[in-house]
């Protein structure tokens, strides 16, 4: 297989990042968040509960648990070792109880019970960094205000020479300045759901890697 060449000009590199935009556009046109959530605050509490923790199972916990707390009030009043029970499967359960029960305590007394629009003010809720609030602001308000980082976005922003960086807050910034904002909240789908299917951690499959002519990550595996 011959080396794919890495451009050497702006425009180049412009032209390689609509190539990459394009046939993701193609292979996930649909790509949404893969957290089920029916407002804005279910999707805080579900992404809280996904730090370290697959989607999959996370979806397997939030039906009971809205069933059990069905308002913000229940989750502001219950006991953190009952909710940590509930929570248990997810892991880091102690921690995940507390930044639920005190992002609720935190809307009901400063926000109206309502989740705030905007990036600075949801940092101010207990257990939402900047991935969370993007999250909530992406796919439950689809406000752009910036580009969630997680392990596959993080990854494949490498593997694809879109940053150097290895902090998810520095790789965010690397994102934001080459991609226009309205493909902020697409292209974190998107990635998400092609590091799962093709451009796995291990084992990355590159046979099958509609992006491979672009890629010219030293990480590709053929088998
Ligand atoms: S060619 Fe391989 S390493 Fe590169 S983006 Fe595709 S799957 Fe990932």
Redesign the pocket.
Known sequence: MSPVKRPRTAAERHARLEQILSLLDQRYPNATCALHHRNAWELLVATILSAQCTDERVNKVTPGLFRKYPTIEDFASVKQAELARDIHSTGFFNNKAKSIIGAAQTLLRDFGGEIPRDMDQLLKLPGAARKTANVVLGAAFGIPSGIVVDTHVAR?AA??DLTKQTNPVKIENDLMKILPRSRWIAFSHQVIH?GRE???ARK???G?????P????R???FV
């Open positions: 494949i593997r694809l092609f093709i451009c796995t990355p499959k590159c099958q890697c509609p992006l491979e672009h890629c010219y990550s990480d590709k595996v």
